[in-house]
């Protein structure tokens, strides 16, 4: 199971707020959720997504092209993935990695 940062920034919009087309995307990934094929979070920031990594570059191809469909000519999107293929983990894990190792050592003190 791979994890994708993804961020897709239209360019050229009628001013300088984006959530509209976030929201697409958004709307876009929970249908790609519903088939089963992801999980997603949406941060402040970026957007992450969970699943097969053949699956995620469809999923990102599907939402990078959902500014163009709404008439922007320039969309620039930025993608990061995580692929560990020594053991399957997700997005909740590694948070609750994180938690065990500041809950030892607040312990330690």
Request: with cysteine; hydrophobic share 35%; glycine share 6%.
């Amino acid at each position: 199971m791979a994890i994708v940062d993804v961020v897709v920034i239209p360019v050229g919009t009628e001013g300088p707020s984006v959530s509209k087309y976030i929201a697409e995307i958004q709307t876009k990934l929970k249908e790609f959720k519903e088939k089963g094929l992801i999980d997603y979070q949406l941060t402040p920031m970026n957007t992450l997504i969970e699943g097969d990594l053949k699956d995620l570059f469809t999923v990102v191809q599907a939402i990078h092209e959902l500014p163009f469909n709404k008439g922007v000519d320039r969309v620039c999107t930025n993608i990061r993935i995580d692929d560990r293929r020594d053991k399957s983990r997700k997005m909740n894990d590694k948070l609750t990695s994180v938690q065990n190792q500041l809950n030892k050592m607040s312990g330690e003190k």
